[in-house]
Every structure is written in C-alpha cells, then in structure tokens.
C-alpha cells in the first residue's frame, strides 16, 4: 500500500519562496508518475505541475510555468515542489499524488482522475 506525506508548507509573503515534499513508503516510488494538485476554496482541485517515472518529462499549468519547477529523487523516494515569486492566488491546499496503476514509460498525467495515491495534503498560504 503506498502512503504519501506531504510536508513543507506554511505561510510566505508575496514574491517569496517554498519548497513542498512528498515522501512515498509502501511502493516502488522510482516507477511511478507524480503529481502536485492544488485546490483554493471554492475551486475545484487542479494540476499544477507533473512528472514521468523517469523524470525527463514534466507538465506545468501556465499558471506557474517559469515559477514553479517538480523534481524528484528517487534514492530518497521524494518529489519536490519548488515554488518561487509566489502570488497570492498561489493559496491553496497542495496535494501530491502518485499514479501506481496503468501508467507508461516517459508519461507525465496531469488528469486528477488518472491517479489513485494522494497524500493528505499541505496548505500554503500567500499574503500581499
């Protein structure tokens, strides 16, 4: 059974900077797809950034494109959200979520309905 668990987040002003983790246990973390998810109340929950297994494909929503950058070690069974020059409108709860099930090599899903692991989740907070 993977578990995820997200860690890193916490309140920052505008124009500052977070670095989200999520640690996985339970699977073999290195071959599966990853995923940051974002949900701001009232809204419903979207991507904002993800990963292939392998790293070398990555999707980023163009609401963060040149902010935000995933990475991920596999030794250390961890995906990362770096997220710099954050907004306010960057408030949310931010999930990471892990796609175990169907997935191909070199793929990147970006589909809340493509992954079946989520961690509880980390709230980042953007004050002006």
């Known amino acids: 059974q993977v578990q995820l668990v997200e860690s890193g987040g916490g309140s920052v002003q505008a124009g500052g900077s977070l670095k989200l983790s999520c640690a996985a246990s339970?699977?073999?973390?290195?071959?599966?797809?990853m995923g940051w998810f974002r949900q701001a109340p009232g809204k419903e929950r979207e991507c904002v950034t993800a990963?292939?297994?392998?790293?070398?494909?990555?999707y980023y929503a163009d609401s963060v494109k040149g902010r935000f950058a995933i990475s991920r070690d596999n030794a250390k069974n961890t995906v990362y959200l770096q997220m710099n020059s954050l907004k306010p409108e960057d408030t949310a709860i931010y999930y990471c979520?892990?796609?175990?099930?169907?997935?191909?090599?070199?793929?990147?899903?970006?589909?809340?309905?493509?992954?079946?692991?989520w961690g509880q989740g980390t709230q980042v907070t953007v004050s002006s």
């Open positions: 979520a892990a796609k175990t099930e169907r997935y191909s090599s070199g793929t990147y899903y970006a589909r809340e309905y493509e992954y079946n692991v």
């Open positions: 339970g699977g073999t973390f290195s071959r599966y797809p």
């Open positions: 990963v292939s297994w392998s790293g070398f494909s990555t």
